[in-house]
């Protein structure tokens, strides 16, 4: 059973254009919600983190959406960049619980 | 700082022998993770180590996987009679008071 649903797959974009990754999930336990790049041959970097209580977030170029009654959640990253290309997860994490559950991962390419 | 360092970087080994994969969180980090990503399943939690209490072993997917840690800090996986399903690489991160993980680079095995 996958408890985080991540879309789309994968995503080319344009430089200067912006990407946008969304994640649903259905287990309203979750609480804390993570968004981590990851470059080929790394280890996943958090980027962006947010809470239930707050509906949005920014961070520079990458700012997340939560919408808490939909039980959605996403990733817009502004005037992407080819540095940019990398696969993104989405991530969530139940009240009280110390694992993250993560989503299947889009790979995103920035077209110079 | 120095982040969260793990080794080997690769490791290749027969099936039917133990492996043992180490971590080594970053400094002051009192909880560490074990997950582990391939491309069939992508990012599992495997095991969480948080001070003197007891892990929470609930993500090992046998008996033949088991992890240690010593001291608070550095950490070991260990992988008895390894499978062909094995295969993956094998991510560690650890945290502080907050609920960022911070994840290494991981340990590619490959299971022949």
């Known amino acids: 059973q996958q408890q985080v649903k991540q879309s789309p797959q994968s995503l080319i974009v344009q430089k200067g254009g912006i990407s946008i990754i969304n994640c649903a999930y259905e287990?309203?336990?979750?609480?804390?919600f993570p968004w981590y790049q990851q470059f080929p041959g790394k280890g996943p970097a958090l980027l962006i983190a947010?809470?239930?209580?707050?509906s949005e977030k920014k961070e520079g170029r990458f700012t997340i959406s939560f919408n808490k009654s939909a039980k959605q959640f996403s990733l817009h990253i502004m005037d992407s960049q080819p540095g940019d290309s990398a696969t993104y997860f989405c991530?969530?994490?139940?009240?009280?619980?110390?694992?993250?559950?993560f989503g299947k991962g889009m790979k995103l390419t920035v077209n110079p | 700082g120095a982040g969260v360092s793990q080794s080997p970087s690769n490791k290749v080994t027969e099936k039917g022998k133990d492996v043992e994969l180490r971590c080594d969180p970053i400094?002051?980090?009192?909880?560490l993770y074990w997950y582990r990503q391939s491309l069939g399943q992508g990012l599992e939690f495997l095991i969480y180590?948080?001070?003197?209490?007891?892990?929470?072993k609930s993500g090992l997917p046998s008996d033949r996987f088991s992890a240690e840690r010593t001291g608070g800090s550095v950490s070991t996986l260990t992988i008895q009679r390894t499978q062909q399903e094995d295969s993956a690489v094998y991510l560690c991160?650890?945290?502080?008071?907050?609920?960022?993980?911070?994840f290494g680079p991981g340990t590619r095995l490959t299971v022949t």
């Open positions: 400094s002051g980090h009192t909880a």
């Open positions: 947010i809470r239930p209580d707050v």
């Open positions: 991530a969530a994490s139940p009240r009280g619980s110390e694992k993250l559950v």
């Open positions: 180590f948080q001070g003197n209490s007891a892990p929470d």
């Open positions: 287990n309203t336990a979750f609480d804390y």
């Open positions: 991160a650890s945290r502080t008071g907050t609920r960022e993980q911070y």
